[in-house]
């Protein structure tokens, strides 16, 4: 009788870390899941206004093009930069949801890691844009000796 009460008592105690393990677990990922979306769709909301304040800025250079073919534009756009922002924090993202015996250190590290990202590409966006007026000239000279 003693056995099977220690045998019961050992199978509850399993039962409840594993509850309590699968919990932790779970919440763990809940975080990871939720720093990785902030981060993703705050990269493609910066995109996306950049991509918007560029053709609120410069509409002269796009004052030919219809309102469709400037949706059109946003949409392959907007695929370009889903792509270019997995490539930049996917491999972070990735790293975040590695198992490692201090998570709250690496979580920092990794979300450090991914805010440089995104201060180095709102870099480049930044550069992109001061740089079209210059890179338009350059076109259009280009464009005039050609002909």
Request: hydrophobic letters at 60%; glycine letters at 2%.
């Amino acid at each position: 009788m003693l056995k099977f009460v220690r045998i019961r008592i050992v199978c509850a105690m399993r039962v409840l870390l594993r509850k309590i393990f699968l919990a932790k677990c779970l919440q763990d990922i809940k975080f990871e899941i939720r720093i990785s979306l902030i981060y993703f769709v705050s990269m493609v909301l910066i995109f996306s206004l950049f991509r918007l304040l560029f053709c609120v800025v410069y509409a002269e250079a796009f004052a030919r093009l219809s309102f469709l073919d400037k949706a059109i534009s946003f949409v392959y756009g907007l695929r370009f930069d889903l792509a270019m922002i997995s490539l930049f924090l996917g491999c972070f993202i990735i790293i975040l949801f590695l198992p490692v015996s201090k998570k709250q250190i690496f979580i920092k590290v990794c979300t450090t890691m991914m805010c440089v990202s995104i201060v180095v590409m709102l870099l480049a966006l930044s550069a992109d844009f001061f740089y079209f007026p210059e890179s338009q000239e350059t076109h259009d000279r280009r464009r005039y000796f050609s002909v």
